[in-house]
């Protein structure tokens, strides 16, 4: 069928098929409709780019043969969600979205084995996307005066070497050093949470094979050497100094730095052109771009799977897919 066959609909169908982490259960009633429901919904969202309930819930009552499928995929047991529980569970969403995407990118690990004939390394970096709207100032933000209804107040300000002073959100990603670029672990956070103090919480989940943790400056500290060391993994990081180092690990360093850069930083050049404007996102609040941001990340991921079944070549960019669907 061609429904079988659109973009769009084999993501979603790959979400029956990935693993999920386990999760305590909660008191109470248990949920009527399972947490892989949303997963779907939130495919739709970001192939569609959608960024409220509402949108999703009026692009999937559209009358095509695609939006049929995938409003059967939604139901369970004749039973369809309500206004209320998509916007519940979607708001809940994010919270669980930093473990799912630890959970596929091991399982991606086991399955695709980007290891088997190079080193296994993992890079960890950050990238900054820009807040929706205008600017919270400092002195602003200080009196507590909110001078347009467009700041986005939950944001917060970084510096960037290469941007300078930018107000928006920070995502901390882990990927794969090799052949496939596999996220791993990803956060977000408002701009001003420093690096150093996130890369523990991606360390933590990164597979067991992983051995080298290669990082720039700012993951040069006590907080990340002992999460590496706790987990008996190598940190490779620039050292503090003025250049050139003369030390006798600065040529493996170099290497390392090299290799890290061909596969983070061209990792984040494909994620970030999704986003138009210079990487500003299109929502607004923390939970809303976590959504979308690490929705993203899990798009990406399922988007690399579906690649390596049908035996496409090359690396997996996230644009030409939200095209092609």
């Known amino acids: 069928m061609i429904l079988a066959e659109t973009l769009l609909?084999?993501?979603?169908?790959?979400?029956?098929?990935?693993p999920t982490p386990l999760a305590r259960r909660a008191r109470g009633r248990p949920a009527f409709y399972p947490d892989q429901l949303f997963l779907k919904a939130l495919v739709i969202m970001i192939v569609r780019h959608l960024h409220t309930p509402h949108e999703l819930r009026s692009v999937l009552e559209q009358p095509t043969p695609e939006m049929q499928a995938l409003r059967a995929m939604m139901t369970v047991a004749g039973r369809y969600p309500s206004r209320w529980t998509w916007e519940r569970r979607l708001k809940a969403l994010p919270a669980t979205l930093p473990a799912q995407i630890a959970c596929l990118g091991r399982w991606l690990v086991e399955l695709l084995r980007p290891w088997a004939r190079c080193g296994?390394?993992?890079?960890?970096?950050?990238?900054?996307?820009?807040?929706?709207?205008g600017v919270w100032h400092k002195k602003h933000r200080e009196k507590g005066e909110v001078p347009h209804t467009s700041i986005d107040t939950e944001a917060h300000w970084t510096k960037s070497g290469w941007h300078g002073w930018v107000y928006g959100w920070k995502l901390h990603v882990a990927c794969?050093?090799?052949?496939?670029?596999?996220?791993?672990?990803?956060?977000?956070?408002?701009?001003?949470?420093?690096?150093?103090e996130v890369a523990p919480?991606?360390?933590?989940?990164?597979?067991?094979?992983?051995?080298?943790?290669?990082?720039?400056?700012?993951?040069?500290a006590p907080d990340v050497q002992a999460a590496c060391d706790q987990s008996e993994r190598i940190l490779v990081v620039p050292q503090?100094?003025?250049?050139?180092?003369?030390?006798?690990?600065?040529k493996v360093r170099q290497?390392?730095?090299?290799?890290?850069?061909?596969?983070?930083?061209?990792?984040?050049?494909?994620?970030?052109?999704?986003?138009d404007g210079h990487a500003q996102v299109p929502t607004k609040g923390l939970v809303n771009t976590q959504r979308f941001a690490l929705g993203a990340i899990l798009v990406y991921q399922l988007a690399l799977l579906y690649r390596c079944q049908h035996d496409l070549p090359g690396c997996v960019g996230l644009k030409p897919f939200l095209k092609a669907a």
Do not use: M, Q
């Open 240 to 250: 503090y100094g003025p250049y050139p180092h003369t030390d006798c690990g600065a």
């Open 120 to 133: 296994r390394a993992v890079a960890i970096d950050s990238t900054i996307l820009r807040a929706r709207g």
């Open 201 to 220: 919480h991606l360390i933590d989940e990164l597979p067991r094979e992983a051995r080298f943790v290669l990082g720039d400056i700012h993951y040069n």
């Open 255 to 275: 290497i390392f730095h090299a290799l890290r850069s061909r596969s983070i930083e061209n990792f984040n050049e494909h994620f970030k052109g999704i986003f």
């Open 9 to 18: 609909v084999s993501l979603v169908r790959l979400v029956d098929r990935i």
């Open 176 to 196: 794969v050093v090799g052949a496939l670029w596999i996220p791993l672990a990803a956060v977000l956070t408002p701009a001003n949470a420093a690096d150093n």
